[in-house]
């Protein structure tokens, strides 16, 4: 299985910072990379798609990079709603895999 | 609008069987892949199981493979999965969800609990 390592694990960040998550496959998934967003009791949201896409109706503030085996999440000015933890998930291989998560808490 | 709406969760004693479905309503489950996602309390998502749009692919994680069995049906438009031998580990919340290379619409997800 390829596995997914997101960094940091946990974050402090202040309204307004922007913020730069990593995450590294363990081989390459070309750009089959995608992003979610998650706030406590809620389902996962599709943020990013295909490492650099902006899924519809996510706000631009949102960006991703990367191909291969390393990518990256970044806010541009981080928001208050923005507090919650993002997953990079890969879909390359048959059997999908998700980062251990990050989460984004108020500095 | 698209929508995924879960059932079936509940609490279970270790090895016994439980059967999740989705409803899903603004598409075909036929027109999508459907995956399975699972998320242990206070833990990270699990991806479990997918089939594809046509039913011909189906794939497992290696933690559930031989005891869980995902299938649809057309007719009522569902998701279902099957969970066989069930052990402490697979208590999670379980989620359905639309996707062919990325998971673009989720269900609220079903609690399954593993307890003796």
């Known amino acids: 299985d390829i596995q997914m390592t997101q960094s940091p694990s946990s974050l402090s960040a202040s309204v307004g910072d922007r913020v730069t998550i990593t995450c590294r496959a363990s081989?390459?998934?070309?750009?089959?990379l995608n992003w979610y967003q998650q706030k406590p009791g809620k389902a996962p949201k599709l943020l990013m798609y295909?490492?650099?896409s902006l899924q519809s109706g996510v706000p631009s503030r949102f960006s991703g990079s990367g191909s291969g085996t390393d990518f990256t999440l970044t806010i541009s000015s981080l928001q208050p709603e923005d507090f919650a933890t993002y997953y990079c998930?890969?879909?390359?291989?048959?059997?999908?895999?998700f980062g251990q998560g990050t989460k984004v808490e108020i500095k | 609008q698209v929508q995924l709406v879960e059932s079936g969760g509940g609490v279970v004693q270790p090895g016994r069987s439980l059967r999740l479905s989705c409803a899903a309503s603004?598409?075909?489950?036929?027109?999508?892949?459907m995956h399975w996602v699972r998320q242990a309390p206070d833990k990270g998502l699990d991806w479990v199981a997918v089939i594809s749009y046509d039913g011909s692919n189906i794939y497992y994680a290696d933690s559930v493979k031989g005891r869980f069995t995902i299938s649809r049906d057309i007719s009522k438009n569902t998701l279902s999965l099957q969970m066989n031998s069930l052990r402490a580990e697979d208590s999670a919340l379980y989620y359905c969800?639309?996707?062919?290379?990325?998971?673009?619409?989720w269900g609220q997800g079903a609690l399954v609990t593993v307890s003796s």
């Open positions: 295909a490492a650099s």
């Open positions: 081989q390459s998934v070309n750009s089959f």
């Open positions: 969800a639309r996707g062919g290379t990325r998971l673009d619409y």
């Open positions: 603004g598409f075909t489950v036929n027109s999508y892949a």
């Open positions: 998930q890969q879909s390359y291989s048959t059997l999908w895999t």
